[in-house]
């Protein structure tokens, strides 16, 4: 069965600091793919990144990185330079290639203090 | 730039009632999607929906429950006999293709209040 699991149910950052927050998957389909959602208070749900299983390179979109560790399971996100309109929730999410649905974690509430 | 819609925005309703939730996918997709999210909780799939048919549907997704795609540009989520803990936030999706890197475009969602 596949399972994404956030284990922080929150967090505080400084502004201006860069954030990690940590995902680890399981499934033993070799092709998937992993997502990164923000929830922002407004209830929208915004895509941020993506990375495959085969790909070879970690996922960069703008101040959005995703490190991948295919060994450990893991697709934490990073963010640089935090802003405190970042502040949201955050899902990671995962599709292997052979369902339809994505599965998600429980989420990190992300706060930016200034 | 392309978007997913769905209406209402918000719904009341009595328990007991029926309820068509709608969407409006992105044109040039194929898959759609029916998700939800009950207040404080992890996103949930109901669905999939492609080439007029169910591909893929949850636990959840119980006979109270049933999609269609009445036209070329709608996609309906309908609830026959609502209950309270079907309260939640329901998410319309739609992505372009199924395998491989096909991002989900999620629509702003309905939240469904039921009393």
């Known amino acids: 069965a596949q399972k994404i699991t956030q284990t922080q149910p929150g967090m505080f950052v400084q502004e201006k600091e860069a954030v990690t927050l940590d995902c680890t998957y399981d499934?033993?389909?070799?092709?998937?793919?992993l997502f990164w959602y923000k929830q922002p208070s407004s209830g929208e749900m915004i895509f941020l990144i993506y990375?495959?299983?085969?790909d070879q390179q970690n996922a960069t979109e703008g101040r959005y990185s995703l490190n991948f560790q295919k060994a450990r399971k893991s697709a934490n996100l990073v963010i640089s330079a935090s802003q405190l309109g970042d502040s949201a929730m955050y899902f990671c999410?995962?599709?292997?290639?052979?369902?339809?649905?994505?599965?998600w974690g429980a989420g990190t509430k992300l706060i930016i203090k200034p | 730039e392309p978007e997913v819609t769905q209406t209402p925005s918000h719904q009341v309703t009595q328990m007991g009632q029926e309820v068509i939730l709608r969407c409006v996918p992105i044109?040039?997709?194929?898959?759609f999607y029916w998700y939800r999210q009950i207040l404080g909780q992890k996103v949930e799939f109901l669905v999939s929906?492609?080439?007029?048919?169910?591909?893929?549907k949850s636990e959840i997704f119980d006979d109270q429950f049933s999609v269609e795609r009445p036209d070329g540009s709608n996609f309906t989520l309908k609830i026959r006999s609502t209950k309270l803990e079907d309260s939640a936030m329901y998410f319309c999706?739609?992505?372009?293709?199924?395998?491989?890197?096909?991002?989900?475009?999620f629509g702003p969602g309905t939240r469904l209040t039921v009393l």
């Open positions: 999706a739609s992505s372009e293709n199924r395998g491989g890197y096909n991002e989900q475009f």
């Open positions: 044109s040039n997709h194929l898959y």
């Open positions: 929906f492609y080439n007029n048919e169910i591909s893929e």
């Open positions: 499934t033993s389909d070799p092709s998937y793919g």
């Open positions: 990375q495959g299983s085969y």
């Open positions: 999410a995962m599709r292997v290639d052979s369902n339809y649905q994505l599965i």
